[in-house]
């Protein structure tokens, strides 16, 4: 049966993976009009584990299991310098500072540095037209696109967590349950996941990612909701600490800050 699965996992994520943005589900974005105080927007918004847009590089890797994400130093942002360019008709004034804030609260804790984009050729181009909010994992080369669909500030894409967290997958992580140990810490109920979504619990080598010696983390703002993809309203990540919640968008957890900074080498803010 465990074997079973597995292949059903494998031809469940090569039936959906594709590189580039992909078209939201007209229920997903119904959702997304109407959103729950404890439904995450990055959830429901149609792309790898909800809010992942990959590279066709990425996609290769991913089929042949060797992914190669956070280990790889070509995501990493060159000078620990990541462009930026919003494109301001999308968003209000209020929006916009709202963005801003979530780069300074990166920025406060990392040596990671944030500039408006004048003439680099990569940069992250953050828009307002897809549906949800999603980003592509690390630095992928020429305009990659962060989308943050608007919302009133403090709600939806415009937590400001959820913000941080799209732009932590811009600069190379991704989420904290695709993490090669998760299975000691978390139990992922299958049977409560919807049909076709099972792949976005699928769990990364540790020849693809890295922990930086840093343990699993429940309070992540990488973790998914208890609920996550979730067919019936009952839980799909269940941890196996009793006391532990998963899937706050409050802030970065010490341990997010921990491994930026190992990522990036920020000696003096580790």
């Keep these: 049966m465990v074997v079973f699965r597995g292949l ?32 995450l927007a990055e959830e429901l918004s149609g792309q790898f584990e909800g809010d992942i847009v990959l590279s066709e590089e990425q996609e290769r890797s991913l089929l042949s299991n060797r992914r190669n994400g956070l280990i790889a130093t070509t995501y990493r942002w060159p000078g620990n310098t990541v462009p930026v360019m919003i494109v301001e008709e999308d968003f209000t004034p209020e929006q916009i500072e709202h963005i801003k804030r979530g780069l300074r609260q990166i920025e406060s804790v990392t040596c990671l540095k944030f500039v408006t984009r004048t003439e680099e050729p990569d940069y992250v181009r953050v828009i307002g037209t897809g549906s949800g909010c999603y980003s592509s994992v690390g630095h992928r080369g020429g305009a990659q696109t962060l989308n943050l669909e608007p919302y009133d500030v ?30 000691q810490f978390v139990q992922i109920v299958w049977d409560n996941i919807e049909d076709g979504k099972e792949h ?39 941890p196996k600490d009793p006391n532990a919640t998963i899937g706050q968008r409050v802030g970065m957890s010490e341990r997010d800050i921990s491994k930026l900074n190992h990522m990036y080498k920020c000696l003096n803010k580790n």
Excluded at 17 to 24: F, L, S
């Design 8 to 39: 059903l996992l494998l031809v469940l994520a090569v039936a959906f993976v594709q590189a580039g943005v992909i078209k939201n589900t007209p229920e997903n974005a119904a959702r997304l009009r109407n959103l729950r105080p404890d439904e």
């Design 154 to 183: 403090d709600t939806g894409c415009f937590r400001l967590a959820t913000i941080v967290h799209e732009f932590i997958h811009a600069v190379g992580f991704y989420h904290q349950q695709s993490a090669s140990d998760r299975d």
């Design 200 to 238: 976005n619990f699928n769990i990364y080598d540790s020849d693809t990612v890295t922990d930086f010696s840093v343990q699993y983390d429940y309070g992540s703002v990488m973790h998914y909701s208890s609920t996550a993809f979730s067919k019936n309203g009952e839980k799909t990540i269940v």
